[in-house]
């Protein structure tokens, strides 16, 4: 069982051409004649691994808005499952128009830095590049971007082993992630603690034994929904 679980995790680190897998940008037709865009960058957590599209947690905070009231257009993601901070740079570089300016701009990255052991120095470095970029197109600036903690997977059975490990990790480099945001005066939303829920419901992890189930994301999109409507420009 062992064995099994690290070539599932090996898999998804690696990435794969799957659907959920893949950078993607799920804007449509659709976004005519919607007020708002909206750009999430990150990495298995933000595309979604192992559940439906519509389970995103990008996805679900659109819905949510639009039965607010908002109209906002469906969310251009670039994420990739396996991908590091220094992966997603570099997807943010080449795939991003520099005319391009969003209303919206969500931040989630950082746990496959933990999971590799690569240093924390050097997540920090590239951190600030990815917000400088995130800021860069937004068209409020720090005041259109928000940032959500990294996950805690040692909750979940594939980190069960390491569950103590891993947990002290997620939460330094969270504290780097909450520190960098605070750096550029952007909103960071700590939805780790309600990762580790899934220790006691495992309704609250996907069919992969490692990732969010959709009513995690949920639940993750609840803790937040209060606060983005007041980012849009009044």
């Not at 037709?29 to 559940?51: F, P």
């Not at 400088?132 to 082993?161: C, M, Q, W």
Request: hydrophobic share 40%.
């Amino acid at each position: 069982m062992k064995n099994f679980y690290f070539i599932i995790l090996a898999f998804l680190v690696i990435g794969c051409n799957t659907s959920n897998s893949v950078t993607q940008n799920t804007e449509t037709d659709n976004s005519s004649g919607m007020d708002y865009s909206y750009l999430a960058l990150g990495d298995s957590y933000t595309i979604g691994e192992s559940v439906p599209e519509k389970e995103r947690w990008p996805v679900q905070l659109v819905a949510q808005l639009n039965e607010r009231g908002y109209k906002v257009a469906p969310p251009k993601i670039i994420a990739k499952t396996g991908w590091t901070s220094g992966n997603l740079l570099a997807a943010m570089r080449s795939e991003l128009n520099y005319t391009r300016e969003f209303d919206l701009v969500s931040i989630l990255i950082g746990v496959n830095n933990q999971y590799q052991g690569q240093g924390i120095e050097d997540y920090e470095e590239e951190l600030r590049e990815i917000f400088k970029l995130a800021l860069n197109h937004s068209k409020r600036r720090e005041k259109g971007v928000f940032a959500l903690s990294i996950p805690d997977y040692g909750v979940t059975p594939f980190g069960a082993e390491n569950a103590e490990t891993i947990g002290e990790e997620i939460d330094e480099f969270n504290a780097v992630f909450r520190r960098i945001a605070a750096e550029f005066e952007v909103d960071f939303y700590n939805i780790t603690p309600i990762s580790r829920e899934a220790e006691r419901d495992a309704a609250l992890i996907a069919e992969d034994n490692l990732h969010p189930s959709g009513l995690m994301y949920r639940f993750w999109v609840e803790e937040i929904i209060d606060e983005i409507p007041q980012m849009f420009p009044q």
